[in-house]
């Protein structure tokens, strides 16, 4: 196969790729937007150390997440283990920017006296993010580090991938529960006389559902999942043979 | 194949099905006891008329939607015909109840003099309804009514399916946006005190993410999606080869 042009990708893909870019930008940006403007920008000292905590989760928990998700699909005529590693490292970044951004707001909470963990966001918020941890730990464990057997992994990978969906999905739903806390906090009285920062952070939550909807449907398309390449269908039945260990191939 | 036993349910589908019934009615019962017990009850006339909507939105849009979208894996071995009647009704029995639960809200928020359509709950709220009433309309006209060919169903069948899953969702996440503004507007300065009324509304939003993940890990797991029954298979082909027009076979 030396030498040979790449296989291209499928017919809309890179399309729909672009597009969640895109939004995920742009979520981004009106996420700092709705903090510079009217919340009084981010800092780690003081009144606006609460601040970093919405920026890290939208950027750790949705975006990075939403990205490490789709490297299947955007690197899909690269080899297997440099994907499974920007897979891992995508998502490792993501937790380490997601703990940030916890750890801002309990030290926030602390300064102002305001109690932790009472809301149906900090809970949906908190199981997201130790199921998270969990599935990255299990992710490496079976799919990196050697000894898991051939067979193991073939069974664990189908409920890798719909944890990893379903906890993307609630990623998203608990920021969606955050921008309706911090505008019922800080705004309550002219929310509904429609401010600007009222549209502006329903935007944002507008931007949020739409990341996840393009994400989860480049994800979920049968045509557009990851074929093994030919080099690692061979190897496969070889390694499948010798040990009955390790596979490099199946489409992910 | 007259007289032959049906095949088996796969294992396990069968307890994850009661599970998520389990968890439906749970849901159902602790919405209800929240209203019923600290909200004043349910009415249509006065200050109860709000509460008719979150029972309503509960009920409809994620209990019944949940059930319609599980039928193809627990009528499995039902004709095709019965079992797409089954889920467009429940469907349309969905929207019914959601019509009731969002009426309710625009005449209880006009006799309170409360602006309409500025939250982030209703925006998601009323993408969510248009988009289910258009996918209910799209499915109904694909599916049911003739006239559509067989290639043109199988085109719409994926954007279909994958739409249906996501609408789920985004009626999942609207909910649990619904329960934290419900909390913020009566109960703010003790919700942070783990007073019971929070601390049941927060259960309630578990129910409906554990509700959500259940149903999705059914819809989703490979093995369990409905196989084309016998004669299904041999009238696919029959019909494609007379008519290049409807064909009852496929999994769903």
Not at 36 to 42: A, E, I
């Amino acid at each position: 196969m030396d030498g040979a042009p790449p296989p291209a990708s499928p017919t809309g893909l890179s399309a729909y790729v672009a597009v969640s870019q895109l939004l995920g930008l742009t979520l981004l940006a009106a996420t700092g937007a709705w903090l510079g403007r009217y919340r009084g920008g981010v800092a780690w000292q003081g009144q606006l150390q609460f601040n970093v905590h919405p920026l890290c989760m939208v950027l750790g928990m949705v975006f990075l997440q939403g990205d490490a998700l789709l490297v299947y699909r955007v690197f899909r005529n690269e080899a297997k283990r440099s994907t499974k590693m920007l897979h891992a490292l995508l998502h490792g970044l993501a937790l380490v920017i997601a703990l940030v951004g916890i750890v801002a707001v309990f030290e926030s909470h602390r300064a102002k006296g305001i109690a932790d963990m009472y809301s149906l966001h900090s809970w949906c918020g908190m199981a997201a993010f130790v199921l998270y941890l969990v599935q990255w730990l299990l992710g490496c464990g079976f799919f990196l580090a050697p000894g898991a057997s051939f067979s193991l992994r073939s069974r664990y990978k189908p409920q890798h991938i719909f944890v990893g969906i379903a906890l993307f999905a609630l990623s998203i739903a608990t920021c969606l529960l955050g921008i309706t806390e911090m505008l019922l906090f800080n705004i309550r009285d002219s929310y509904s006389q429609f401010v600007p920062e009222g549209v502006l952070a329903n935007t944002v939550g507008l931007l949020l559902v739409a990341f996840g909807l393009v994400v989860g449907y480049v994800l979920t398309r049968d045509e557009w999942k990851r074929p093994p390449l030919a080099e690692e269908l061979a190897l496969s039945m070889d390694f499948k043979t010798l040990t009955e260990g390790e596979s490099p191939g199946g489409s992910q």
